[in-house]
Structure formats: C-alpha cells, structure tokens
C-alpha cells in the first residue's frame, strides 16, 4: 500500500510560479517511478509529468518547458512540479500518482495505481 499527500496548490495569477510537493509513505522508495496527473474543469484526467527512480523524466506538450518534475533520495521521498509561466488553461486539480508493483527505475511504467487525494491549482487572467 501506498499513500500519497500532495500540498502546494492554490491561487496564483497567469505568468507567475507555483511548486507542488508530493510526499509518499508505504511500500514506496526513492528508486520508484511517480507521476503528475490534473483534471481541470470539466476534462478528463491529462498525465503532466513523469520522472523515474533514476530521474528520466517525460512531459505532457502542454507544459513542455513550463514545468519541470523533481524528486528527492532521502528518506523525506519527496516530488515536486515546479509550475513556471503558468496560464489559465493550467487551472486543474493536481494528482500524484505512484504505479503498482515494480521500480521503475529506468523506463516509465505503462499505468499507475496509487493516487493521492488532490492540489487544486487556480490560475488567473
């Protein structure tokens, strides 16, 4: 089991930064894969990011060169997305998301499973 608490979200105006954190604690380490996913307004759930156990990371076009993923290898396990230049259109609930079984510490992993309860990120014009 794994448990994911995401903080950092809230109310930030187009063109600024915001930095979500995402702690993990259970059956989880540094060398596992984890994820950012956000549903905005009425959309469907969208990946933003991914980095891997050994830091390889992928990005949604949307936030390429936006937002940046990042994590710790101490014991705190942290994952942050730094959110610069940010535009209304990023106005989403923000999700951290770790896959079920297996490291992942090279290659990104096909789905994830465990799901932290949310950050809601508002953008204004």
């Known amino acids: 089991q794994v448990h994911l608490v995401e903080s950092g979200g809230g109310l930030v105006q187009a063109g600024g930064s915001l930095k979500l954190s995402c702690a993990a604690s259970?059956?989880?380490?540094?060398?596992?894969?984890r994820a950012w996913y956000r549903q905005g307004p009425g959309t469907e759930r969208e990946l933003v990011a991914q980095?891997?156990?050994?830091?390889?990371?992928?990005y949604a076009d949307s936030v390429k060169g936006r937002f940046t993923i990042s994590r710790t290898y101490t014991d705190d396990n942290l994952v942050y997305l730094q959110m610069s230049d940010v535009r209304p259109e990023d106005t989403a609930v923000y999700y951290c998301?770790?896959?079920?079984?297996?490291?992942?510490?090279?290659?990104?992993?096909?789905?994830?499973?465990?799901w932290g309860q949310g950050t809601r990120v508002t953008v204004s014009s």
């Open positions: 998301a770790s896959p079920l079984g297996g490291e992942y510490y090279v290659t990104f992993p096909p789905d994830y499973y465990y």
């Open positions: 980095i891997t156990g050994s830091g390889n990371t992928k």
């Open positions: 259970g059956s989880v380490t540094s060398r596992n894969a």
